[in-house]
């Protein structure tokens, strides 16, 4: 079965951390492509990282730009994960944060980082992030 399975999230005070995790199985995770989305309530989904989603390339990493030097996007390919770390949290960063995987060949012809919610295929269940300022 194709899973993603996010965990890490909780109620933080602003100016607290959290690092996010998403454990993967069911494919063959060198193959994908993954994204962090988050969506607050009465919001669309943002797109805020991803990792092997720059052309095709192994590794490779996007942010959001409201969110550069805050976020961090990590994989340990050995145990099939992925993690956010996630610094310096406001209020605004409350949302639900979900864990996507796409095949990394889309992001060859996609024509720009692979951070559109719309070109990934498998998502997990989401996991709540609460900042109380």
């Known amino acids: 079965e194709v899973q993603l399975v996010e965990s890490g999230g909780g109620l933080v005070q602003a100016g607290g951390s959290l690092r996010l995790s998403c454990a993967a199985s069911?494919?063959?995770?060198?193959?994908?492509?993954f994204g962090w989305f988050r969506q607050a309530p009465g919001e669309e989904r943002e797109g805020v990282s991803c990792?092997?989603?720059?052309?095709?390339?192994?590794?490779?990493?996007y942010y959001a730009d409201s969110l550069k030097g805050r976020f961090t996007i990590s994989s340990d390919n050995a145990k099939n994960t992925v993690f956010l770390q996630v610094n310096s949290l406001k209020p605004e960063d409350t949302a639900i944060y979900y864990c996507?995987?796409?095949?990394?060949?889309?992001?060859?012809?996609?024509?720009?980082?692979?951070?559109?919610?719309?070109?990934?295929?498998?998502w997990g269940q989401g996991t709540q992030v609460t900042v109380s300022s």
């Open positions: 069911g494919f063959t995770f060198d193959d994908y492509a």
């Open positions: 990792i092997g989603c720059r052309d095709g390339i192994k590794g490779s990493t």
């Open positions: 996507a995987a796409a095949r990394i060949s889309r992001s060859v012809w996609y024509g720009g980082p692979l951070l559109n919610p719309h070109e990934y295929d498998v």
